[in-house]
């Protein structure tokens, strides 16, 4: 059935290590979104893709590097340049389109340590 | 800046009674609101939403209102159950032009007490 997968749920890194964070969808949505979730802050925008090849900036994109090379993936990738990786990532798909009113479908998230 | 706030970081409510979550926002671009449901360690899940050109919308036990003048929505729950006990966040983006992106509120975490 469709839905959209994050992997894995839990994920631990050493300081200093570039680390990967899986998003698949098989929604055929085309616009695809990362976000960290922090204690008392909410859910917080770091990248977005409207397109397959062509992605933007979110709020906190610092740190950070994506790829959108198929419409069904949307791999997060936290660097070493990230100063608090350890956070809650979640990735989201919705559809795409002029008028079109709908709501952005969750993974489950991946809860990122870095020790 | 922030553009949707939440300002209630919590509300505790007894079981069959009514839940109300507020939510604000500043940015008059905002055309359709949403909220979302959230359980610790999982994702969100879709509760409800309205477009801009509505002010009420109802799904079950669940009503969203929609003050445009005053940039301020609500979230209704009635009769609030122990289930309902969860993180509650509003969010919001304009429908035009090519940008879906949402923003989120901070969450309001609501226990509902049996």
């Known amino acids: 059935d469709g839905g959209i997968t994050q992997s894995p749920k839990y994920l631990f890194r050493k300081e200093g290590q570039n680390v990967t964070l899986s998003c698949e969808q098989n929604?055929?949505?085309?616009?695809m979104y990362w976000y960290r979730q922090d204690p008392g802050q909410g859910l917080r925008l770091i990248y977005y893709?409207?397109?397959?090849?062509?992605?933007q900036k979110g709020d906190i994109a610092e740190g950070y590097s994506v790829s959108r090379e198929k419409k069904e993936s949307f791999p997060l990738t936290v660097t070493s340049a990230q100063k608090n990786p350890t956070a809650f990532y979640l990735c989201?798909?919705?559809?795409?389109?002029?008028?079109?009113?709908?709501?952005?479908?969750f993974g489950q998230g991946t809860r990122l340590t870095v020790v | 800046d922030q553009q949707v706030k939440q300002n209630s970081p919590s509300l505790s409510v007894q079981e069959g009674r009514i839940s109300i979550l507020n939510c604000d926002y500043t940015?008059?671009?905002?055309?359709?609101f949403l909220w979302y449901k959230k359980y610790p360690a999982e994702g969100p899940t879709f509760l409800i939403s309205?477009?801009?050109?509505?002010d009420k919308n109802e799904d079950g036990r669940f009503t969203v209102f929609l003050n445009k003048s005053a940039k301020h929505l609500s979230l209704h729950i009635v009769p609030s159950q122990p289930g309902d006990s969860a993180v509650y966040f509003c969010?919001?983006?304009?429908?035009?032009?090519?940008?879906?992106?949402?923003?989120f509120g901070k969450g309001t975490l609501l226990t509902v007490n049996p």
């Open positions: 989201a798909s919705q559809p795409r389109g002029h008028q079109v009113n709908t709501e952005a479908f």
């Open positions: 929604l055929n949505h085309d616009a």
């Open positions: 893709s409207q397109i397959v090849n062509d992605f």
């Open positions: 940015n008059s671009m905002f055309d359709y």
């Open positions: 309205i477009s801009s050109i509505k």
């Open positions: 969010a919001a983006r304009t429908s035009g032009g090519s940008n879906y992106k949402l923003t």
